[in-house]
């Protein structure tokens, strides 16, 4: 198998792309909340944790204040510096306080739905795919939660996020390195509250294993990775008898048939417990892979998997349609791997040793990132719509070609003030876009 040709850039896409950037109203992070705030009010979800504590005086402003120190990862004594109106023991108690991971999750939901309305996305991908991937974060060396990571080297953990083919971030996570991330994989899609519900995943090799691609398939989930040197896995035959004309090299062994009929009860009851939120899909793959190799259900589940990813592989093998949509979708993970870190300017280490608010940093940062994105969905329509009135042809390709993880037009440094009276512009979901 050969690589993939290069696909074919439209000639007016630099042209495009040029007339975008330069005319993208500049902006700071702080605006980007302010703004996004006014369009959709995420900050709704966030509230004191026990009904009698005292109410904040402004706490629109105290929230966004919050979310703009986490989420870029300043810290409340640095955002205090370049905030004179602020305090770090008050951004630190609003942390503790008022926003919970729980609510970070339902304030995240609101922007993607919000962002599901725009006309833009669509050209970007559907709400059937998505893909994920990790990154490392840095942790201090001399702390019992940081391991060191082999691949990626260093020690620190492991952000992992679910991308849609749409470019927006749909859940995120924080796991130890010396956890394998296909154990993950599935909580993305179970726990998504979006409208935006895809049912078909994309991963590279550490996200797949034998007994997820069987736990997926039960869910009604397609997963279709990136797998580096898969000629080296095995490919099975459905029984020792049958032959292949051309392709019988590829199988060296064969599926046990019955090993599935005999524990495929449980297996049903082991996903339909997942789907009614009763278990979480990590956890009953990490109990799998705990479980001696002896337990019926441990084989009855990796049996399943080698049925699932040798259709796949050969599907691989021969489609190319399928190798092309699978490498695009773990290129918008990797694009968004490094937004992200982008949107984080305070630094690569979470200064933390409490998992539970280690992964609040890393959903502070993935709100932050997504409010950033749909502010330049946004900002992308308006100025591709004054395009088609001014009479340049942009036809669907080269719209498909655009990206909103831009960043040119964003100033991260200065001195920041939230400006509650700021007049965040009209907004239009479905303002046209395209010349006919």
């Known amino acids: 198998m050969r690589k993939l040709d290069r696909q074919s850039t439209p000639d ?53 204040m919050t979310v703009f120190t986490y989420g870029c990862n300043l810290g409340p004594a640095q955002t205090a510096q370049a905030m004179k109106e602020t305090d770090p023991h008050q951004i630190a108690w609003i942390n503790q306080r008022h926003i919970s991971e729980a609510a970070l999750d339902e304030a995240i939901t609101t922007v993607i739905n919000g962002y599901n ?21 840095d942790l201090y060396e001399q702390n019992l939660l940081s391991e060191y990571h082999i691949r990626y080297g260093g020690y620190g953990g492991i952000a992992y996020f679910v991308i849609s083919a749409k470019y927006i971030a749909l859940f995120s ?41 069987g736990l997926a398939y039960l869910l009604g989930i397609k997963l279709m990775p990136r797998i580096k040197h898969w000629k080296h896995l095995r490919f099975y035959r459905p029984d020792k008898k049958t032959r292949y004309e051309h392709i019988d090299a590829l199988f060296t062994h064969h599926i046990d048939w019955k090993l599935i009929a005999e524990n495929f009860d449980e297996m049903l009851r082991t996903a339909i417990s997942i789907k009614t939120g009763k278990l979480a899909p990590s956890t009953i793959l990490r109990r799998l892979g705990s479980y001696n190799r002896r337990n019926r259900l441990n084989q009855a589940f990796h049996e399943l998997g080698r049925v699932v990813r040798t259709e796949f592989l050969l599907n691989w093998i021969s489609d190319l349609d399928l190798r092309r949509v699978t490498l ?12 992200s870190k982008w949107v984080a300017f305070g630094g690569q280490i979470l200064e933390e040793n409490d998992r539970d608010e280690q992964r609040k940093l890393i959903k502070y940062n993935h709100l932050m990132a997504n409010c950033l994105i749909f502010h330049n969905v946004c900002g992308l329509t308006q100025r591709l719509h004054e395009m088609r009135t001014e009479g340049v042809i942009v ?20 001195e920041y003030r939230i400006d509650l009276s700021r007049r965040a512009p009209p907004i239009n979901y479905q303002l046209p876009i395209l010349m006919y």
Not at 182 to 206: R, T, V
Request: contains cysteine.
């Open 12 to 64: 007016n896409l630099p042209l495009v792309n040029q007339m975008v950037r330069e005319q993208m109203r500049p902006v700071n992070l702080v605006d980007v909340l302010i703004d996004t705030e006014t369009w959709l009010n995420w900050t709704r979800h966030f509230g004191p944790f026990s009904g009698h504590e005292m109410k904040l005086d402004d706490p629109v402003f105290r929230y966004l």
């Open 395 to 414: 036809d669907a390709e080269t719209l498909s070609r655009l990206s909103p993880y831009i960043t040119q037009h964003v100033n991260r440094y200065g």
């Open 328 to 339: 695009g979708a773990m290129n918008k993970s990797e694009q968004f791997n490094r937004f």
């Open 117 to 137: 309305r725009f006309l833009l996305p669509s050209y970007w991908g559907t709400n059937e795919r998505a893909s994920a991937d990790g990154t490392k974060w």
């Open 173 to 213: 996570h924080f796991i130890p390195c010396g956890v394998r991330e296909a154990i993950y994989i599935l909580d993305g899609l179970m726990e998504n509250k979006s409208e935006i519900e895809p049912d078909i995943i994309h991963s590279d090799s550490h996200g797949q294993s034998e007994s997820v691609f």
